[in-house]
Every structure is written in C-alpha cells, then in structure tokens.
C-alpha cells in the first residue's frame, strides 16, 4: 500500500521510516510550497485556517504522487481541528482522487478505535506483532532524536559566529538520524548531531535574549508554515524555546494527559469550559515562560482560529500581571515572510530596550 501523511516539522523523516519498516510504500509530503498553498486555497473553503489549506495542498500532491491511504491526527474537544480529516475526505471524494484518509484520534479518545487502526496497519505490511511492537520502537526514538538535535540547534544558532553554520550542521544530524535504522544506530546518529552542534564556533560571551514559542501546533511545528520562524529569530540572536514539540504532544495525548500543570496556570485566566485547539496552553504557557525568567513571547495562530483569538484576548492580562512582553502572529496565505521578519525585528527593540532598563534599575538600587 503507497501510504502518506501530512508535513510537519522534521517528523516525516521518522514517519518514512515508520511506513517502510511496516511493508509499505512511503509517498513523502513535500515541504508546503508557493504551489502546496495555491491548491490548498484553491480548493479549501474560504473561511478554512491556513493548516487547512496546507493540508488540501499537501494531500493533492501526495494524490498525484499515487498515495492511496493518508494517515493523520484527529483531535477531542471543541476544536475544528478534529474534523479535518472528515472535510478533506470529502473533497478528495468530490475532486474524483482515490485516496482514503485515515485519522488516528488519541486513544484517550477511544482506545478500540486506536488499535483497530495499527492492527489494520500491521495485517496489511505482513508484519508479526513483535516485528511491529519493534518498528514503533525505533521510530519512537527516531522521533526523540529529531527533537534533541532541533532543541539543541535552537540553543546554538544565537551564538554562531559564522551565520548559517548551525543550520548547516542541524541539516548534516537531521541525515545521520535519517540514515540509522536501529536504535543503537539512531543514539550513535544522535550523539554524532549533538556534537557536530556543538562544534560550531561560538561566542560565549553573548547573552542572548529568550523567547517562547506559543500557540496552534501546525503553525508552531511546521516551519515552512511561520517562514522559519525560530531560525529567523536565532540568526537575530535570539535563543528560542517552542512551547510544542512532537515528542511532548504525542506523550500528553496517547500515553497519559499530562496538561493538569499547564491547565492550573491557565485557570486564574480561564475557568471556563475548555476553549479547544491549544488556546488554554497558550495562556499557560505564557505564565510558565514568565516564571521561568524569559524575556518575551511569540503567539502563532492561524487567521480565524478561535482558541487562539479567546487566547489572545486573555494574554494582555497575563503580559500585565507577569511583565512579559507578547507578540501574536496571525498567519493565512497573504503573510510574508518580510512582514514577519519586520514585525520580529521591532519586538526585538523592544525586548532589549526592556532588559536594558532592568539592569540600569538595579544598578541604581546598588548605588543607593
């Protein structure tokens, strides 16, 4: 079976590996493109979010390429988000494409339901249920390693002093996690990327100045989707922390829920019913990036999203209470990467106007 699955981030390298090890044919989705985009607002309704009509795009691509099964996420709560898949079934059916999409909802969901699908997956590849037990294994760690090189370049590239070096060094890990095949292949493959990162040259005597990354998981995951955001911000020497990686996601919504924290310090803000999406983790995440001494934030929401609009409305008094500074980016198919850039550029000015101001005050309660 030629099967596929949606562009986020650097997983699909893990989600490659996955499909071929289960006995299939892995149709990789091309990073979203100008061309992605255009089919996607082609063919999405008007008022759908950009992660949508990046979807359509990828999900038409990957129909030219002969998929014939898409597996993706679905989703609980009140966000549009868990009906995705419904709507882009149906207009793979309208648009007379043969392709079926098959979403995974969290088993906290509905665990039959869950397994009933990767048993569809083993039967189907040949594989014994030891052979596929190993598989997701391996793939699992993939997944951790692709996190622990990108989380280590986002803490490196402030630093560089030849620009572009850590981004060519994360490309060089992200290959040697690519080419391992086992789990002792992949810790070696790991090892190997975290020092060829740190083998960058720096400067240490930088302090360079920390900012979250918040908001709707597509957007926050796929860089191609924020125009490489965080590397953006780290060329400017900014060191950066994403609120969302796909490690962290994926534990809190198969494994055990784990958002009691971020719920509790959103509470205060919103003691409401849930808002859906991630807009309660975006005002509790605000919280906990200011308790951890960062100098700002960065919302990314999707045009037209409501969790993130319900969240944008409450984080002013989040920002006021907490004396943090917040951006919220909205993106949809008419953003630029150089109005980002700009609009990045100016929040920086005042981030560090910001901490300069802090370290005149103290010096000055010294010297009385």
């Known amino acids: 079976m030629k099967i596929s699955f949606p562009h986020m981030g650097y997983s699909y390298i893990a989600f490659k590996w996955l499909v071929e090890n289960l006995g299939h044919e892995c149709i990789v989705p091309p990073e979203p493109s100008k061309r992605t985009l255009d089919l996607g607002v082609r063919y999405s309704p008007e008022f759908a979010c950009i992660p949508f009509k990046i979807l359509t795009g990828t999900y038409l691509?990957?129909?030219?390429?002969?998929?014939?099964?898409?597996?993706?996420?679905?989703?609980?709560?009140?966000?549009?988000?868990?009906?995705?898949?419904?709507?882009?079934?149906?207009?793979?059916?309208d648009l007379g494409k043969d392709v079926e999409v098959m979403a995974f909802e969290p088993p906290l969901c509905d665990v039959k339901d869950f397994w009933k699908k990767l048993r569809r997956l083993r039967k189907t590849g040949g594989l014994s249920v030891k052979e596929f037990i190993q598989a997701l294994k391996v793939a699992w760690t993939k997944i951790n390693a692709l996190d622990d090189v990108e989380i280590l370049s986002h803490q490196v590239r402030p630093l560089e002093i030849k620009r572009g070096e850590t981004t060519r060094h994360l490309w060089k890990a992200l290959d040697y996690i690519d080419q391992a095949n086992t789990i002792p292949e992949i810790i070696d493959a790991r090892e190997e990327g975290i020092k060829l990162l740190q083998?960058?040259?720096?400067?240490?005597?930088?302090?360079?100045?920390?900012?979250?990354?918040?908001?709707?998981?597509?957007?926050?995951?796929?860089?191609?989707?924020?125009h490489y955001l965080q590397i953006m911000l780290g060329e400017m020497g900014v060191e950066t922390d994403r609120s969302i990686y796909l490690t962290s996601y994926t534990r809190k919504n198969t494994i055990v829920n784990l958002e009691g924290d971020i719920f509790s310090m959103a509470q205060p803000y919103l003691n409401e019913a849930p808002i859906g999406g991630h807009g309660v983790n975006s005002i509790g995440e605000t919280?906990?990036?200011?308790?951890?001494?960062?100098?700002?934030v960065v919302q990314l929401a999707p045009f037209a999203c409501i969790p993130e609009i319900v969240a944008k409305s409450i984080v002013p008094s989040v920002s006021r209470d907490f004396d943090i500074p917040v951006l919220t980016l909205f993106i949809d198919e008419q953003t630029g990467k150089a109005g980002i850039q700009t609009r990045l550029e100016a929040f920086i000015d005042l981030l560090e106007r910001k901490r300069e101001q802090k370290e005149r005050k103290k010096i000055e309660r010294l010297v009385i």
């Open 61 to 93: 691509e990957v129909a030219e390429q002969g998929a014939e099964l898409i597996i993706t996420s679905g989703g609980m709560g009140p966000s549009r988000a868990a009906y995705y898949w419904v709507m882009h079934q149906y207009l793979l059916d």
């Open 199 to 226: 083998s960058t040259e720096m400067d240490m005597s930088r302090n360079p100045l920390k900012v979250g990354i918040i908001g709707e998981i597509y957007v926050v995951l796929e860089p191609a989707a924020n």
């Open 287 to 296: 919280v906990l990036y200011a308790q951890n001494g960062f100098d700002g």
